[in-house]
Structures are given as C-alpha cells and as structure tokens.
C-alpha cells in the first residue's frame, strides 16, 4: 500500500522562525512535490523534485527551500516564517514512468501567528 | 491540460451508486483522465486514471466515452465515507513528470444515510 507520511498534522510557530516540515515517501517514487492549499486559491507548487539532490521551482517559491538528501525525503525549509505562510502544506510523490499519478501525504496545517 | 467540467454538487444515499460526471470536450489524443477526491481537512487521495478504456480498480470504476469527450466516475457502493469533494484531471505529460496537479472546484459528493 503506497505511503506518504507528513511529520506533523499541526504546526503553530511564531513570525520569524525557521520553519522545518518533512515528508516521506515508501514507494521509491523519482519526483517529489511541495504544495501549498488555500481556500480559494486551490492547490499551487512550491517547488519539486525529480532526483536526488534535485530541485526545481514551483509556481510559488519565494519565502521557501527544499532539501532531498535521500530518494524517499523531501523537506520544505521556511527560511523566516511569516503569517502569509499560514496554510495547509501537502507532500506528494509519483514515479518517473506514466501516467505518473501523485500520491499525496495527510497534510501540515500550519499556522504562523 | 484540457478543460473539464463538473456539478458543484451532488447526494447519493448510502450504499447506492454513485455516479460522478466529467466533461472534457477538448481533451487531446494523449491526455490521460485521473480522479482524486479529498476529504475534509485530509490531503487528496488518488482515485484511478485511464486514456482511452473503461477502467476498474478497488475503488471505483471510470468510464470513457468512446469520443474521449466525457467521463463519469463510479462509486458502486458509497459510504459515508465517501463524502468529498471529487475533482476530474486532465493531464498531457508533454512536459515530462515533473508537472504539477491544479484542481479546479471539482464535485461535492454528500453521501447521506
């Protein structure tokens, strides 16, 4: 059964902490995905990944990195987190052959106040 | 991506069929059709994808018409569970793997007792 597992459900920091959120993934999928979800705004890429120690960005990567030292992790890094970063942060992996369908984590819920 | 079209909303009672329509009157030859639903506060779950035939897995069945223009998702025994909202993807792969998911609003199911 394929596995994507978020570190926390919730999250509440404070405005400018370094913010950490990890996801991994059991089914040694090629490509990660980072998004973010917001009512209204629906579901845009923060950034992926398609191979180890490699990333590209997303629609929305300002105020974020990434990191994927190893094929099943992926974190997203909130260098100072700022209240406009509030939202819910969903992990998802695919494999690198068709039709390529992602597999999504439960979700981070994170509230910066 | 093609556009698709979906009811906002939609009732089954529970233990009938549900039948969740699609319309993606202007899907192109290698565009694949793929259904994710997402429950309440919970990341999007992979439902089932298919090109061109009927397809049938441990959740439900997709049905492709023989024109590609339209789809319907099927629910063969909903549970209250099942109350979602479903969203109908159209996706060519033209760029590869690394190719983010957008949902559109997609379809409430409420499932009632």
Redesign the interface.
């Known amino acids: 059964d394929v596995k994507?597992t978020q570190s926390s459900r919730y999250l509440v920091k404070r405005t400018g902490e370094k913010v950490f959120l990890e996801c991994v993934q059991d089914m040694d999928h090629?490509?990660m995905?980072w998004?973010r979800q917001d009512p209204g705004l629906?579901?845009r890429?923060i950034y992926?990944s398609?191979d180890v120690k490699m990333k590209?960005k997303?629609?929305i990567p300002e105020g974020y990195s990434v990191s994927r030292e190893k094929k099943e992790r992926f974190s997203l890094i909130l260098e100072s987190a700022s209240t406009n970063q509030t939202s819910?942060y969903?992990c998802?992996s695919?494999?690198?052959?068709?039709?390529?369908?992602?597999?999504?984590?439960?979700?981070t819920?994170l509230t910066v106040t | 991506d093609a556009k698709t079209t979906q009811p906002p909303s939609m009732d089954c009672a529970e233990g009938r069929a549900a039948n969740l329509p699609c319309n993606h009157s202007t899907i192109s030859g290698n565009e694949y059709v793929y259904w994710y639903r997402q429950i309440h506060s919970q990341g999007p779950q992979y439902i089932i994808h298919g090109l061109k035939n009927n397809e049938t897995n441990e959740m439900a069945s997709l049905i492709i018409t023989e024109d590609r223009k339209s789809s319907t998702l099927i629910l063969p025994h909903a549970t209250l569970r099942d109350t979602a909202v479903y969203y109908c993807i159209v996706r060519g792969h033209s760029g590869g793997s690394n190719y983010k998911l957008t949902f559109g609003k997609g379809t409430l199911l409420t499932v009632n007792p």
């Open positions: 994507v090629e490509n995905f998004y629906g579901l890429l992926f398609y590209e997303g629609d819910m969903l998802a695919s494999s690198g052959t068709l039709p390529y369908e992602q597999y999504f984590g439960p979700g819920r």
